[in-house]
Structure formats: C-alpha cells, structure tokens
C-alpha cells in the first residue's frame, strides 16, 4: 500500500449490474484490494457464492437506486473515475488515480450512459479491442491504483 493510505481512500461500484456472481466476485477484490467502500446503483447486491469473504459484511455497502441519488452523496473531495471504453477516455497505462475516488462502473451489456460519462471527472478504460467483464475490469483498476506510481 502506498505511504500515503491514510491521506487516500477509494470506492467502487456498479450500476445496473445484470450478473450477481459478478459482482460478489468484484466486491472480494474490493475487500483484498483496499477498498473503503462498495456500492450499488440501481439493482441491488445479493449474497453470492463468489463473494465468498463477504465483503458486505466487512467493508461499508452502500445502495442507491438512481445515479442522481448516489451522485449527490459521492464523498466531498472526491473524484467520479468512470470505467468505460470511450474516446474521451485515459489509458488506465497512463493514468493517475486521485487519492480521493470512486470509480463507478457500468452493466455488463450497457456500460455507463453518456449522462452518466459527462458528470465523471475523469474516464479511464483499457487497451482492449472489446470491453471486459465487470468484475474482472473493476479488479484491474484496484489493482492498478495499488502500483507505486504518482496520485493526483
């Protein structure tokens, strides 16, 4: 972890995932990644056989059933980093996380709308030809922002 973790926090979440063994598999990586938080946008979590640190239990979970109502909580200070395969996107190679975050990613079939993408302060995305799984997309990012490297 980096010197500065109690200066930084991070959480993550999804927004009307469709596959609830995606995202028990992604809040275990937010729970061994550092995470602070994990939250849901629109379809709620439910217990699953791959969350199987249950994370829900272990770390703060919240639930917000419209982006409007989860963007007028995000933390002050904190910056919206969008997940998401978009022109207007940072090279996640290249990118510098804030220290202060939440990184919101979208429904495996969907992805982020553009309402949701213009209200991000930043967007980040992959070298990838096609978009990823959710979980697997969201592991990356924690994964990433733990590597030595400078934080906005």
């Known amino acids: 972890m980096n010197d500065n973790f109690i200066n930084e926090y991070f959480g993550i979440g999804i927004q009307n995932g469709k596959t609830p063994e995606n995202l028990g598999v992604l809040w275990r990586s937010a729970q061994n990644l550092g995470a602070t938080f994990i939250f849901t946008i629109g379809n ?11 994370a829900v239990k272990a770390i703060p979970y919240f639930h917000y059933d419209t982006f409007e109502a989860f963007f007028e909580n995000l933390p002050k200070g904190a ?9 207007k996107a940072s090279d996640l190679e290249t ?18 709308s553009r309402k949701v993408m213009d209200k991000c302060h930043n967007l980040v995305k992959f070298k990838s030809v096609k978009s990823l799984n959710v979980a697997v997309a969201g592991t990356i990012i924690m994964y990433d922002r733990n590597l030595p490297k400078p934080r906005s």
């Open 95 to 112: 990118f510098e996380h804030p220290r202060r975050c939440v990184y919101l990613l979208g429904a495996e079939d969907h992805g982020l």
């Open 44 to 54: 709620r979590y439910a217990k699953q056989a791959s969350d199987t640190h249950d």
């Open 79 to 87: 910056r919206l980093v969008g997940v998401e395969l978009d022109e």
